[in-house]
């Protein structure tokens, strides 16, 4: 049983029939958020152990209602809530190799080859088609953005918007990928799985599209702010956002460059 530190030095100690100025608190308290719970010394904290890890195992119950891995290692405030049941799709909308056993067999032959796939004459109006449908889906889920919506309720929607305009949403048993869009809180880099924690005034929600059509995926991608965020949230989404248009950019400009001297690059 060992303590750790706390800031504040105006506390008094817990242990029944102490009351001394303590400035200790347990670590597992800390973890659950604990207030009001501090030691003046080892042997306080040790003498009443029995009794303090009852206050565990009452403040554990209730953390462990909404944070599916209450013992995991998170690297911010951000918990995984519970998930829904997978959506279904109608029969008619067509499916990709993987939606049934959750394999991706033509990308892993794809993978395999050194060919790089150049789209046809033919191909490139139904890849333009797919990804306009994409965007139409990624802008549903943008107007439902705000505080006290729910990703899964994003993710419904995303799904029934899929439906809509006769889609499969990409995302959904990919690799066995349980939802239907991907939805990444604050924190979290990306491929976030929607689930029941409602969107908090402060947070950026990036919202990952993909939709599949006529034999071909539009995918793509955009952050949104939730309600009122700081400064530092606005500054890292706009530096994403400008790198990411650098990067188009030089692009452009590397294959205007070698296409002019008939070189290729990847």
Sequence with gaps: LTFVFCISMAKVCTTPGCGKPSSLQCPTCLKLKIEDSYFCSQECFKSSWAEHKLVHKRNKVVADKNDMWPDFQYTG???AYPQTPRRTLPLHIARPDY?????????????????MKQLSPGEIPKMKAVCKLGREVLDVAARAIRPGVTTDEIDRLVHEACIERDCYPSPLNYVHFPKSCCTSVNEVICHGIPDTRELEDG?????DITVYRDGFHGDLNETMFVGDVSDTARKLVQCAYD?????????????THTHKHIISYL
């Design 99 to 115: 939606a049934a056993a959750g394999i991706p067999e033509s990308e892993r032959i794809a993978k395999a080859s050194s060919h």
């Design 203 to 207: 947070d950026i929600c990036n919202v």
């Design 77 to 79: 405030k951000l918990r």
């Design 243 to 255: 790198s990411m248009m650098k990067g188009i950019s030089i692009g452009t400009h590397t294959h």
